[in-house]
């Protein structure tokens, strides 16, 4: 089963299901997939439940109609409990970015934090899930594929938000805080809350 974001908008594809979507398809090809992304993006549907005997099969064709980014972050805990969050395109977000060349995914959300929040010191603690979602760059469809990863972190000192990246702030939150924050933030940000 695949949970990808479109525009906030939730495509699940699945073996089967009995859920209550807005549409419920059986796959039949790459065409198919890319109307109902549109479809998504537009605004017709909020939630898209695609039925395939194979899920993985039809995951790879975004591959087809898609360019594919990997990306990987943190969900950062300090040693109050509160978690370490940026501010990008007014939206509430967790650090992440693209893994490099040659990179581990645990090692790309180590320094994509790091390079976004100014927060050294961290420590992997698990893997908590990868998640999907749409964008659009320069009129192209993207599908961005994130490996999230809990991390602890003793560091006390200034947080300084990357700004070159569109970073305004950044901020540990606490549980009242986070609560406000998951009313303006990305849909796979809440999966991991």
Known sequence: ???VFVNKKL?????????DFDLKEDYVGIEQLERIIIELEDGKYNKV????????KVFKDFGKIAKVRVAAGGKVENKYGEILFIYRDGVWDLPKGFIEEGESNEDG????????????GLE???????TYHTYRYKGKLVLKISHWYKM?????GELVPQTKEGITQVKWLDAKAINEA??????NIKLLF
């Open 1 to 3: 089963m695949y949970n």
């Open 11 to 19: 495509l699940k594809i699945v073996k089967k299901s009995n859920f």
């Open 49 to 56: 439940l695609l039925i395939s005997d194979n899920p993985g």
């Open 109 to 120: 959300a180590m320094r994509e934090v790091e390079e976004e929040t100014g927060v050294v």
């Open 124 to 130: 992997v603690s698990e893997f908590i899930k990868t």
């Open 152 to 156: 602890k972190s003793g560091y006390e």
């Open 182 to 187: 998951m009313k303006n933030t990305w849909e």
